[in-house]
T-cell receptor, first 117, second 115 residues
């Protein structure tokens, strides 16, 4: 079945540094990738939508300059948390819809646990 | 805007008992409906989905869900819960054809299974 490989699965970084999270679609082309953030014991909140070859669309309240999203190819989307701070510590998950409007479902990455110290 | 309500934040059942997790949605048309399960620190696993057709949907691990248009509900059920079913369950709504592809998630229901 369709797989989205997300790396790293966990990362610890110092305040002020940047962290890149990658999501690769292994056996299908992901023209769209959704990036979610999940705080402990809470639901998934959509941060942004990336589309291959164009600028990402950010949800209200999400800082574009802090969460840089690149979708340079049909199989790779990246989220870079720039100048990370402890409040950025969270679980980040990517998801790619398959088929038109997700008609074939959505495939999720396994998530990245980011801890900023 | 579409929304998903999971009224129960936390449910505790005994192993072997039946389970029903509630989900109500608000959407202008019939959306795509999903149930996902998440174990601690893990990603999401799709249990089942409803796009169209038969309103009773069978999923993996013995789960089923029934779409009731009149109640805007998509409740998840399992006749006999196993200890390994303890996890967080999320209901999600996506667009029918032509809409944005965004998925909107409910706040989740944590399931605890007592031995």
């Amino acid at each position: 079945g369709a797989v989205v490989s997300q790396h790293p699965s966990w990362v610890i970084c110092k305040s002020g540094t940047s962290v890149k999270i990658e999501c690769r679609s292994l056996d299908f082309q992901a023209t769209t990738m959704f990036w979610y953030r999940q705080f402990p014991k809470q639901s998934l909140m959509l941060m942004a939508t990336s589309n291959e070859g164009s600028k990402a669309t950010y949800e209200q309240g999400v800082e574009k300059d802090k969460f840089l999203i690149n979708h340079a190819s049909l199989t790779l989307s990246t989220l870079t948390v720039t100048s990370a701070h402890p409040e950025d510590s969270s679980f980040y998950i990517c998801s790619a819809p398959r088929g038109g409007a997700g008609a074939q479902g959505y495939t999720f990455g396994s998530g990245t646990r980011l801890t900023v110290v | 805007a579409q929304s998903v309500t999971q009224p129960d934040i936390h449910i505790t059942v005994s192993e072997g008992a039946s389970l029903e997790l509630r989900c109500n949605y608000s959407y202008g048309a019939t959306p795509y409906l999903f149930w996902y399960v998440q174990s601690p620190g893990q990603g999401l696993q799709l249990l089942l989905k409803y796009f169209s057709g038969d309103t009773l949907v069978q999923g993996i691990k013995g789960f089923e869900a029934e779409f009731k248009r009149s109640q805007s509900s998509f409740n998840l059920r399992k006749p006999s819960v196993h200890w390994s079913d303890a996890a967080e369950y999320f209901c999600a709504v996506g667009p029918a054809q032509g809409g944005s592809e965004k998925l909107v998630f409910g706040k989740g229901t944590k399931l605890t299974v007592n031995p």
